[in-house]
């Protein structure tokens, strides 16, 4: 574990845990990387990592988005994550999530966890059987389309930045995954008009968007390099890579996943290349928004889309500021968020009265 308290101490993380227990199998850990804004909310991901410090790492940087996500999100949480080291197709037990709940009763509420990749709505039931510091499940609903909701709103807000209006009609979007948010964010685009170029590793998946968009399919590594304006990333991170960003012939990177620059200066890249990136964790806040309006209960569906729909002000606004300061827009959303971090959070957010 070299070096971990020293990127604690560095990225101002609280804590930082380890998970096992042997009856069942469990192999994971918890980082709450910020309460100061509020209780850490962060989803657990079941993921077959190829070492323990990779989990380690994952679940470092994983939580620490999850604190600029929430504060550039206005939301009164810090930033959390928890992961779990397994294979989410064949190593799930009701046993196994109950012995990871009881990790995260034991947190007294600083953390509260939700799903992620590779973890589900019945599994979040299992994991409530300890502990109430956990949101969503069957009763609760998926994330995932207000995720896409969120996404779409930000990519009107970069269709105004490039092209001067926010109507993405007759606009190529060629989207990297069409599982839960990808398929409800070719919704929303199908719906206004775009035309959709889509890949997927479930080629059932990819046959769904053919048949209900008339989309055009591509092999995966063929999506970088399609002629388009839009490059939608809803599939794992690090589709910017050194790789792909100079295949891609995109006008704009906006999409749902996490952690899409897999370098930092990956976004100096897609700048001298002309191409507008629309910073990750702001666009995918509206899953969080959903998860943390349901937690706090009494927010009707319509208030909840009402502040998904800040996203696409603050998105004009951070676009606003990069060209002003001559700073790339995830630069300057990275200040917006840090800026938050220091404030004590709202007690009503705006666009919810
Ligand atoms: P999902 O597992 O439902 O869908 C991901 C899809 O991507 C799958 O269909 C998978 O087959 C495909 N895929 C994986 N690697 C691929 C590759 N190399 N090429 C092509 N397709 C590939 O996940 P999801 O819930 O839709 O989330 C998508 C992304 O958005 C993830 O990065 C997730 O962390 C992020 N995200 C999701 C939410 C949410 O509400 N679900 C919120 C914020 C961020």
Not at 21 to 26: H, R, S, V
Not at 55 to 69: I, N, T
Not at 192 to 198: D, N, P, Y
Not at 278 to 297: H, S, T, W
Request: glycine share 12%; aromatic share 6%; net charge negative.
């Amino acid at each position: 574990m070299a070096g971990y308290l020293a990127r604690m101490a560095e990225q101002g993380f609280e804590e930082v845990v380890l998970v096992h227990d042997a009856k069942t199998g469990l192999r994971g850990a918890i980082a709450i990387h910020s309460t100061a804004r509020g209780p850490a909310l962060g989803g657990t991901r079941m993921w077959v990592y190829p070492s323990e410090s990779a989990a380690v790492e994952d679940v470092m940087c994983l939580a620490r988005g999850m604190s600029y996500k929430s504060a550039a999100a206005e939301l009164a949480l810090g930033g959390g994550k928890g992961v779990i080291i397994g294979d989410p197709s064949r190593d799930k037990s009701e046993a196994l999530f109950r012995a990871y709940g009881r990790f995260v009763e034991k947190m007294n509420g600083r953390f509260i966890t939700a799903a992620d990749m590779g973890t589900e709505e019945n599994d979040l039931d299992s994991i409530r059987l300890e502990t109430d510091h956990v949101v969503g499940g069957r009763a609760v609903g998926s994330p995932s389309p207000f995720t896409a909701y969120g996404v779409w709103k930000a990519m009107k807000a970069c269709a105004v930045e490039v092209f001067g209006s926010p109507d993405l009609e007759g606009l190529c979007v060629a989207v990297q995954g069409v599982g839960s948010v990808g398929r409800a964010l070719c919704q929303h685009l199908a719906d206004e008009g775009a035309r959709l170029i889509v890949t997927d590793l479930d080629r059932e998946r990819v046959r769904m968007a053919e048949e209900l968009w008339g989309a055009t399919a591509v092999e995966s590594d063929l999506i970088y390099s399609q002629e388009c304006d839009f490059f939608a990333p809803c599939a794992g991170g690090g589709a910017v890579n050194r790789d792909s960003a100079d295949r891609l012939r995109c006008r704009i990177v906006a999409g749902a996943a996490n952690n899409v620059l897999k370098e930092d200066e990956l976004g100096t890249v897609l700048h001298e290349r002309g191409i507008l990136y629309a910073p990750d964790y702001v666009a995918n806040a509206g899953g969080l928004i959903f998860v943390e309006f349901k937690r706090q209960g009494g927010k009707s569906e319509d208030e909840t889309r009402a502040h998904i729909d800040l996203i696409e002000g603050r998105m004009k606004e951070i676009f606003r500021r990069s060209r002003e300061q001559k700073l790339r827009p995830e630069v300057v959303a990275n200040m917006f968020a840090e800026e938050k971090m220091r404030q004590e959070p709202e007690g009503s957010l705006p666009g919810t009265q």
